[in-house]
Structures are given as structure tokens and as C-alpha cells.
């Protein structure tokens, strides 16, 4: 059920409240023997920040806990629909209507994305034009130049993609981060700390090249495979939102005037 992915850190890095992987699918068992499955590529990208973070899954019966005791929380992809209401999805998705607005910071990747958006009042489906797969080039947009996790980036940069399914309409008050021509929602921000990336910045180029392999008969045109390091930074960052998150507060509140 539940694990550990401590990954070195020390015991004045770990902090009193969990650090997250929802693990809400597996990739196949090949490409898992090879490269590992989606919790752990993840968490390579999250080591960086010192984290000790913790595995559940939902659809394994693991619990989920009160959203006052999680620092953050990553939620992966999946070979699952969302529009397929399974019980332990709809639980996730009740689960981040308390969380999100209670400020956990939430990084929600492809199928987690979808769940962040259609759970908060927006709408996951179909995507109209079928499958997007491939390394591709998305393109900033002018919401993404102030923000915490997307400021940073380039105007324009390659991502890894795989997804029939998409946000097809964002939250209410939700903020449009990134696009390509294919999908205008390849990320978005709702609240001050809640990311979905329609992308994946855990994949390197071998995990892409698996799916191109796998299903690459499915795509309208040939896709491209290559790196993606604009992409893969998001994880970092992520993680270092959350080490700061957790400075502040667990830092005394300044003394009171007599």
C-alpha cells in the first residue's frame, strides 16, 4: 500500500506534515521493469528540495489524510479515465475540494490535471482530436509570467504529452499557464497553490519513446521524441515551493507588542 521515497534526506530536512505522491495509475509492467513506474520518476524530480515524501494509493484502498497534515502533493498520471467516475478517483476528487481551498500546495500531472479541473467545477472529456503524443512545443501564456512554478520558464519549450482525454473547461476563477495548438489547457493555476500540467515533466525521452513505441500507430502524424529540461524543472521548483511553504510556517509568529 502506502511507502517511503525518502531519498537521502537528512533528519533536520524532514518536516512534520507528508509530502505526497498520489500514485493514481502505473505505466506498463515493461516499461516499469525498465525505467521504473510513475511514483518514481516523480520523485527523482522532487529529490533536489530534501524532502522525505510518501507514496499512496487510492485505488489500493490507501486512506487519504486530513489535508491540515500534507505539505504538498504531486498527483500522477494514469492509463484511466477520469470521465470513468471511479469510486477512488471521485474520493480523490472530493478530497481536493477541502484541499485546495485550505492552501495545500497541489501539482496535478495528465490524468491528475484532469481531476484537479473537473473536481473544482471544470470539466474533464474526450479531447475532440484524439490523441496527442510525443515530445511537442507548448507556449507560455501572459498569466504564466508572475507565476511561482511557470515564471521562470521560456516563452516557448518542449514537453512530453501523452492523452486522449483532456481539461476541456477549467475551474471557475482558474488561470490558463500554458498551450499549443493541439490544447489550450496544457497547464493552469486555481487558488494561489494548485497546478495542473496536461504534460509530464517526469518523463525523460527513453520513458517517452515506450509510449511512442506502444502507441504510436494511434497518432495522426509520426511523433518526435526528444528531451524535455524546461519541462522536467517544473518538478524542482514544485518541491522547493513546498520546503518554503513549510519554512514559513513552521517559523514562531513575532512576539506581541505589550
Not at 18 to 37: H, N, P, V
Not at 90 to 101: F, G, Y
Not at 106 to 134: F, N, S
Request: a neutral charge; glycine letters at 10%.
Amino acid at each position: 500500500m502506502s511507502s517511503s521515497l525518502p531519498f537521502g534526506a537528512s533528519a533536520a530536512d524532514l518536516s512534520s506534515r507528508s509530502f505526497l505522491i498520489l500514485k493514481l495509475g502505473d505505466t506498463w509492467a515493461e516499461a516499469a521493469r525498465a525505467l521504473g513506474d510513475f511514483e518514481h520518476w516523480i520523485a527523482r524530480g522532487l529529490a533536489a528540495a530534501g524532502l522525505p515524501l510518501r507514496v499512496l494509493d487510492p485505488r489500493r484502498g490507501d486512506a487519504l489524510p486530513d489535508p491540515q497534515q500534507v505539505a504538498g502533493v504531486v498527483m500522477t498520471g494514469s492509463h484511466a479515465m477520469v470521465t470513468e467516475r471511479a469510486a477512488w478517483s471521485e474520493a480523490v476528487a472530493a478530497w481536493l475540494r477541502v484541499a485546495v481551498p485550505a492552501g495545500v500546495p497541489v501539482l496535478g500531472i495528465c490524468y491528475g490535471h484532469q481531476l484537479l479541473a473537473d473536481a473544482l467545477g471544470g470539466k474533464a472529456g474526450d479531447h475532440p482530436t484524439g490523441l496527442e503524443l510525443g515530445t511537442v512545443q507548448v507556449r507560455r501564456l501572459p498569466a504564466a509570467h508572475g507565476d511561482a512554478l511557470f515564471g521562470a520558464l521560456p516563452d516557448g519549450f518542449p514537453v512530453q504529452v501523452v492523452h486522449r482525454q483532456s481539461a476541456l473547461r477549467l475551474p471557475p476563477g482558474a488561470v490558463a499557464l500554458a498551450a499549443n495548438d493541439w490544447e489550450p489547457h496544457q497547464a493552469f493555476r486555481v487558488g494561489t497553490r494548485a497546478w495542473g500540467v496536461q504534460f509530464h515533466p517526469e518523463f525523460s525521452a527513453a520513458a517517452m519513446q515506450a509510449y511512442v513505441d506502444r502507441l504510436g500507430a494511434d497518432a495522426s502524424a509520426p511523433p518526435q521524441v526528444g528531451d524535455t529540461p524546461a519541462s522536467a524543472s517544473l518538478l524542482p521548483r514544485f518541491a522547493r515551493l513546498v520546503r518554503g511553504h513549510e519554512a514559513q510556517r513552521q517559523r514562531p509568529a513575532p512576539a506581541r507588542a505589550a
